[in-house]
């Protein structure tokens, strides 16, 4: 069994910063991207950032410039670093890992069940 979970979100007024966590456990052979997504209430889940196991990334274009993502391998833990937050930041951030369970099996995503975070105005 494969879990991740999400830690760092809350309430933070406009221009702040929260750094968000997501530790993978379980039965892990290796993990391919680890990446963050989005929510926000009546939207579709989008994109953040990504980052693959040889340190290469990739940002929504929304958030470039202002969030850093960031990776342990030797921990199994992707980070987010989240500056210069703005209102429309607000949603709830799930944790996304590509990893094989086994050797030679096949590639699966997992998510964490997420983590709020708020940026008032």
């Known amino acids: 069994q ?3 979970v999400e830690s760092g979100g809350g309430l ?3 221009g702040g910063s929260l750094r968000l966590s997501c ?12 990446g963050w ?4 209430p009546g939207k579709q889940r989008e994109l953040v950032a990504t980052t693959s196991n040889t ?9 470039k410039g202002r969030f850093t993502i960031s ?3 030797a ?4 980070y987010l670093q989240m500056n210069s937050l703005k209102p429309e930041d607000t949603a709830v951030y799930y944790c996304n890992a590509n990893l094989k369970r086994i050797f030679g099996s ?3 995503n997992y998510w964490g069940p997420g983590t709020q975070v708020t940026v008032s105005s």
């Open 55 to 63: 340190g290469s990334t990739d940002y929504a274009d929304s958030v």
């Open 71 to 73: 990776r342990d391998n």
């Open 12 to 14: 933070v007024q406009a």
């Open 106 to 108: 096949r590639w699966l």
């Open 2 to 4: 494969v879990r991740l």
């Open 37 to 40: 997504y989005r929510q926000a």
């Open 23 to 34: 530790a993978a456990s379980g039965d892990i052979f290796t993990i391919n991207a680890m």
């Open 75 to 78: 921990k199994n833990t992707v």
